[in-house]
């Protein structure tokens, strides 16, 4: 049973680039989160998708967006990157009425 | 809003020494569910307890065990027995009631080295 699966696990972008993450959450999961861990700190949250829409957001700007398909994965765009998005990039799924998190590996994103 | 401390940083043992992490959490919710997470090397962040506010019963579940205490809002966790593999960055974080899938807030972590 596949678990939460994250594409790319590395990327380099330059400062003012956009980047598109993916994230294909745990067999049965229909609901994404997305978190952000810069290094040395905790991972913090950036929104959450349930049934195709947004469901919650944290404390992050416009120029984070996201998309769930479907199928339940999801997709993270940064528009108009800066170094400051340089962190890791978490995605956990979950089921609606369920309080159990699985968190995928991370795309760690470099702004250069 | 939502508070998670977590006020050592690195801890460093020998192995099979016990050792606490503490974490310290702050909340208006009166129904609200404390984790503990592990994240290795790999970047991965793997589930290890869950505890709600309303049962403070203290468990050991192998090498883990937990202290719960609300009075004075802290939620402690043990290893027993240190072993190498041990050796992670431990995450304490709080989750609110308003929905089975509320956002998790995090402490800063705790990077614990298990030495041999």
């Known amino acids: 049973d596949a678990g939460v699966t994250q594409s790319p696990t590395h990327l380099i972008k330059t400062r003012g680039q956009q980047v598109t993450l993916r994230c294909s959450p745990k067999?049965?999961?229909?609901?994404v989160s997305w978190y952000q861990q810069a290094l040395g700190q905790g991972p913090q949250f950036i929104f959450q998708?349930?049934?195709?829409?947004?469901?919650q957001r944290g404390n992050f700007p416009d120029r984070f967006s996201g998309h769930q398909f479907p199928n339940y994965s999801s997709e993270l765009n940064v528009n108009a990157l800066l170094l400051g998005d340089s962190a890791l990039y978490l995605c956990?799924?979950?089921?609606?009425?369920?309080?159990?998190?699985?968190f995928g590996s991370g795309t760690r994103l470099t702004v250069v | 809003a939502q508070k998670v401390t977590q006020a050592q940083t690195e801890i460093s043992v020998v192995e099979k020494e016990d050792v606490t992490l503490d974490c310290v959490y702050e909340?208006?919710?009166?129904?609200?569910?404390l984790f503990w997470y592990k994240q290795p090397p790999s970047g991965e962040l793997v589930f290890l307890i869950r505890?709600?506010?309303?049962?403070?019963q203290n468990e050991i579940s192998g090498r883990y065990s937990w202290n719960f205490q609300k009075s004075t809002s802290s939620f402690n966790f043990t290893i027993t027995a240190s072993q190498v593999v041990d050796s992670a960055v431990y995450f304490c974080?709080?989750?609110?009631?308003?929905?089975?899938?509320?956002?998790?807030?995090f402490g800063k972590g705790i990077t614990l080295s298990v030495r041999p």
């Open positions: 956990a799924s979950s089921l609606a009425r369920a309080r159990g998190y699985t």
């Open positions: 067999s049965g999961h229909d609901t």
């Open positions: 998708y349930y049934e195709e829409e947004e469901r």
């Open positions: 909340t208006r919710d009166t129904t609200y569910y």
């Open positions: 505890r709600n506010s309303f049962d403070e």
């Open positions: 974080a709080l989750s609110e009631s308003t929905g089975a899938n509320s956002k998790l807030t």
